[in-house]
């Protein structure tokens, strides 16, 4: 069965900090791997990482995904109160199919 | 563009009562997909198409209907109601036929059923 688990559930961070934050997958086909920034309305797009994109960064955001530990992780940086969000990782396998985890919720404290 | 759309914003029904949710993207994407999102659950995927007059089931089809006589409108068609159908739904679009494309989604409705 295929799934992504991410890990932990939710994080509390004062600012400042840097978060790492986990995502694990098991699925047939494997494409590409997503993550996903949900603030209150619809997830936006920050990363995609692919056999051939293993490492992504934007500013204080950074990703790596390990193909052979079937993992992935999201690091911030110098941490700000618009960081808090729920992060979300979701893994392409074959053309259409797109599984999500529950996502991580970072709260970071002024 | 005006992206990915959707309508409407928020929807109270009663159990039983049918309705569609409008989605609409401007970016000519053939892929599109409607996902539901329920605390704990993460995003399930309900139907997708990937091309007008194609759709096809997701993880959790059943109590919805899809169809896409255009490459623009995804409409999902709640057939009859139930309280286990309130959730947010997201529609998603993207190119297809790539494992670099990216997928862009609607701000989402937030169904309540009675």
């Known amino acids: 069965e295929d799934k992504v688990v991410q890990s932990p559930l939710s994080l509390v961070v004062h600012e400042g900090d840097t978060v790492t934050l986990n995502c694990s997958y098991e699925v047939t086909n494997f494409r590409s791997l997503l993550w996903y920034k949900q603030e209150k309305k619809a997830p936006t797009f920050l990363f995609m990482l692919?056999?051939?994109?293993i490492e992504k960064k934007s500013g204080r955001l950074s990703s790596i995904l390990d193909k052979k530990e079937l993992s992935s992780i999201l690091n911030i940086t110098a941490t700000q109160t618009g960081d808090s969000a729920i992060y979300l990782c979701a893994v392409r396998s074959g053309a259409n199919n797109l599984f999500f985890g529950t996502g991580t919720r970072l709260t970071v404290i002024p | 563009n005006a992206g990915v759309t959707q309508t409407p914003k928020f929807q109270v029904l009663k159990t039983g009562q049918s309705m569609t949710l409008q989605c609409a993207q401007d970016?000519?994407?053939?892929?599109m997909s409607w996902y539901r999102q329920d605390p704990g659950m993460g995003l399930r995927l309900i139907h997708y198409s990937v091309g007008a007059g194609i759709t096809d089931q997701g993880e959790v089809p059943n109590g919805y209907n899809v169809s896409r006589s255009t490459t623009e409108d995804f409409p999902l068609r709640l057939l009859s109601a139930a309280p286990s159908q309130t959730s947010v739904y997201f529609c998603?679009?993207?190119?297809?036929?790539?494992?670099?494309?990216?997928?862009?989604f609607g701000p989402g409705t937030r169904l309540t059923v009675l």
């Open positions: 998603a679009s993207h190119f297809g036929g790539s494992s670099t494309d990216t997928q862009y």
């Open positions: 692919t056999s051939s994109g």
């Open positions: 970016m000519n994407h053939e892929y």
